[in-house]
């Protein structure tokens, strides 16, 4: 379409609008016109509809455009592949002892066909005291001094209606260097078939945090203020105002209790003196009992699928992590025997630049091991492209390695007196070692051979003269040059 044509085409609707737009005016202006003709009974009346339909269709649209927060549901892998994995991991000589007895306990306790509910929430909410009001009979575990809890605990619980439940006492979370706790605390949750989350106020973001950890594991949940005799009723309702705005499509009921709990005070005897006595509060807590009987009305059959959901979906990021942990192992031990083999080839090198032959060919077997353990496809192309990328940021960066390399053996006097092309044969170590990490880093994080990636990396690890990895290079350089001085 020519400019001018554009043009008219354009001024046309304009105009179409605005003869619109005074049409819609003018019969705006006549409908006002009515209206205040109208008597006043009927003008309040349609105004009062009209304010009606106002604020339904604002709210209509507010629900339709809201923000939502997307859940994605997690992974859950099947047992088969699962299983296939961790087999692979023991065969690769990683412990895999905690995996292998979570299946066995996943499968104990769909036999068992038992109730699970697991306790959970920070340190102090309260959770031994509610086992103890759940479980009168039962005598609960907990740290002689602290009255803390440090391992997990079960006992058995019996509903209104006659049925019984195993409840599951956990550590608290959220205790200063108690990170290995709140593991066993969290793995007991995904273990169980319901768990009720105690908080003592409102909820901090940790908090927060953790309930919706709970609920994207499809977790039934419910989310409890317990020590409510502490609070006025006007009080209470506040906070579980907010609790309900927390517990939004998270948990199935949001309620308050008193799980009981004893308090000291000192009592006045007859001789003047005075005793410290501890005594039970009353606990109140039918609205748990209540909600409890709720969410596990559909039974230990009835929930295991979902709790073996969670369970799957734990062990499988519990295996992922092992997974990870393990090939960075035997990336690290690849990556020292390519160094070794470079500080070797440094020290043996006899013609100028046949060095530099003899680390072109390791650079490119480093590569290719590397891309092997991580299961990156590679075309000879790539390597041969990501090692001269590698031997050109090198080049530009020798003054560097070289600066690095000879500072560190000033630190390590030892070295510096073995003489005979060492501070180039630990600028190798150096180099081989920052292109390894740097190359399995980028592979781990990438999942391919991503070049501007692993380039930077490798830039800033040469430049890194981190004390702990010079020295294990220092030793291994030491190690290679001992080594040829004894066999000559
Ligand atoms: N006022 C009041 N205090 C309570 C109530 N329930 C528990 N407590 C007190 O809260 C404190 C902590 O109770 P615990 O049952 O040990 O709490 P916990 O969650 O098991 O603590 P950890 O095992 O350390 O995580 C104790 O001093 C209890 O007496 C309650 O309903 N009201
Ligand atoms: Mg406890």
């Known amino acids: 379409m020519s400019r001018r044509l554009r043009l008219l085409f354009t001024a046309l609707t304009l105009a179409a609008l605005l003869w619109l737009l005074f049409a819609a005016a003018e019969r705006a202006l006549a409908l006002a016109q009515r209206f205040l003709e109208l008597p006043t009974w009927l003008q309040w009346t349609l105004g009062g509809v009209l304010l009606v339909f106002v604020a339904a269709g604002v709210s209509v649209l507010w629900w339709l455009l809201r923000p939502r927060r997307k859940r994605r549901p997690l992974p859950v892998p099947d047992r088969g592949s699962l299983e296939q994995r961790i087999g692979q991991l023991r065969e690769h000589g990683a412990d895999t002892g905690a995996l292998a007895s979570e299946l066995g306990e996943l499968d104990r306790r769909r036999a068992s066909a038992r109730v699970y509910v697991a306790l959970f929430g920070e340190i102090s909410t309260g959770k031994s005291s509610l086992i103890r009001a759940l479980a009168p009979q039962a005598h609960v575990a907990s740290d002689a001094r602290g009255g803390t809890t440090r391992a997990v605990g079960h006992y058995d619980g019996t509903l209104a209606d006659g049925r019984s439940l195993v409840l599951a006492d956990v550590p608290g979370s959220r205790e200063s260097g108690g990170e290995t706790h709140e593991t066993l605390a969290r793995e007991e949750a995904l273990r169980a078939h319901a768990v009720i989350y105690l908080c003592a106020g409102d909820l901090n973001r940790a908090q927060a945090d953790e ?32 609790l309900r705005r927390h517990g939004r499509g998270v948990a199935s009921a949001v309620l308050a209790i008193s799980a009981g709990g004893s308090e000291r005070y000192q009592r006045q005897l007859a001789d003047g003196s005075t005793e410290s006595v501890e005594r039970q509060r009353k606990p109140s807590i039918e609205p748990l009992l209540q909600a409890l009987a709720r969410i596990t009305a559909p039974g230990a059959e009835g929930l295991e699928d979902m709790r073996e959901n969670a369970v799957l979906a734990g062990l499988h990021q519990r295996t992922s992590m092992l997974e990870a942990r393990t090939r960075a192992e035997a990336a690290e031990q690849i990556v020292r025997k390519y160094a070794r083999r470079a500080i070797v080839g440094a020290l043996a090198a006899v013609a100028p630049g046949s060095d530099l032959v003899i680390q072109g060919v390791l650079a490119t077997g480093l590569t290719r091991a590397l ?19 590698a031997k050109l940021t090198l080049r530009s960066g020798s003054s560097i390695v070289l600066a690095v390399a000879g500072n560190a053996l000033k630190a390590f006097p030892g070295l510096g007196t073995l003489g005979g092309g060492v501070l180039h044969a630990f600028a190798y170590a150096l180099i081989f070692d920052s292109m390894g990490r740097a190359l399995a880093a980028s592979l781990a994080e990438r999942h391919s051979l991503d ?24 030793a291994l350089t030491m190690d290679a040059v001992r080594e040829r001085d004894n066999a000559s």
């Open 211 to 242: 309930l919706r950890w709970l609920a994207d594991f499809g977790k039934p949940l419910l989310l409890v203020l317990n020590k409510a005799d502490q609070w006025s009723d006007a009080e209470r309702d506040t906070l579980l105002e907010r």
């Open 371 to 389: 891309a092997e353990l991580y299961g990156v496809k590679v075309s000879e192309v790539q390597i041969e492209d990501f090692v001269q990328q």
């Open 451 to 474: 070049q501007d990636d692993a380039g930077a990396r490798l830039k800033e690890l040469l430049a890194d003269a981190g004390g702990n990895r010079l020295r294990q290079l220092a």
